[in-house]
């Protein structure tokens, strides 16, 4: 998959962030927690929020919540206790009031796969209503980074 910062037709925004698993993130049969999936994505998402400019404080700078109300996880292979591993997430264009995101949990050094997921965030105004239009902001964000 593309990752550049100069998203055209056919390509894909894109960004990723390392982890290495911690003690306290496997159970007692030393596999990944699997609420600890959601810790990974989060990151992921955070990652992509810093380089295409449309994270957290962004969101609420222009007066909106972005509430997740969706997350899947499909496990592939255990996770231990040392694993290096990389998360890719990949945002998905829609015309909804909505991102989504899709995700892979990959080893770093062999690429293999250990999981994937996808996402779906809403927007809400300031008093916790659903915003049945893309903000204005959010258009705009879309309009430099979403060639079409």
Request: with cysteine; glycine share 6%.
């Amino acid at each position: 998959m593309k990752n550049d910062d100069t998203a055209g037709e056919g390509s894909q925004l894109m960004a990723s962030c390392d982890i290495v698993i911690r003690f306290s993130e496997v159970d007692s049969m030393q596999y990944v927690w699997h609420g600890n999936y959601a810790h990974y994505f989060e990151d992921a998402r955070e990652a992509f929020g810093k380089k295409y400019g449309i994270g957290y404080n962004t969101i609420y700078s222009h007066g909106c919540y972005a509430p997740l109300v969706e997350l899947t996880f499909n496990y592939k292979r255990a996770m231990h206790y040392g694993t290096q591993a990389r998360v890719d997430v990949h945002y998905r264009p829609t015309p909804a009031a909505k991102i989504i995101y899709d995700y892979e949990v990959r080893d770093r050094a062999t690429g293999e796969l250990y999981a994937t997921g996808h996402s779906v965030q809403v927007f809400l105004d300031r008093d916790y209503q659903l915003m049945w239009t893309n903000p204005p902001f959010y258009e705009a964000w879309k309009k430099k980074w979403i060639k079409q």
